[in-house]
């Protein structure tokens, strides 16, 4: 029986407690982070790839306000609560987490993830909350393909086509 992906979504203190305890236990936290408003490829090769990088993969989801303050106008698409749920249906995922800040520096304080994976369109030192996740001992890794896929150029598509 598949797992229900909303028993995934936790929040920062239920997982706060939960990654301690992993890492008590030897097992390495990944953490990756974003809006996930449309999922593409892209977004599965990077979740995947992070995955990879440990044992506990953690998603941080921008919420509604969030994404609202970051992104053009009209997203986000879907609401934070479809986005975590389909987020949290991916088997690479083992928890998610949504917050509402610009950057995710906040949670990183807190949760303290050994890793910070961010997508190829960064480099470690363009990583925005490098130097939080290296106050606290972790490290930044650059994780997925190249970046090729974006959902603002999807919505750009979907929209090309239905103006044919």
Known sequence: MPIDPNTKIKTPSELKTL???AQRRGQTVVFANGCFDLIHVGHVRYLQSAKVCGDILVVALNSDVSVKAIKEPGRPLQTEAARAEIVGSMECVDYVVVFDDKTVD??????RPDIHAKGTDYTAESVPERKTVRSYGGRVAIVGDSKVHSTQDLIQEILAGFRR
């Open 106 to 111: 906040h949670l990183l304080e807190e949760l």
């Open 19 to 21: 990654l301690s305890s």
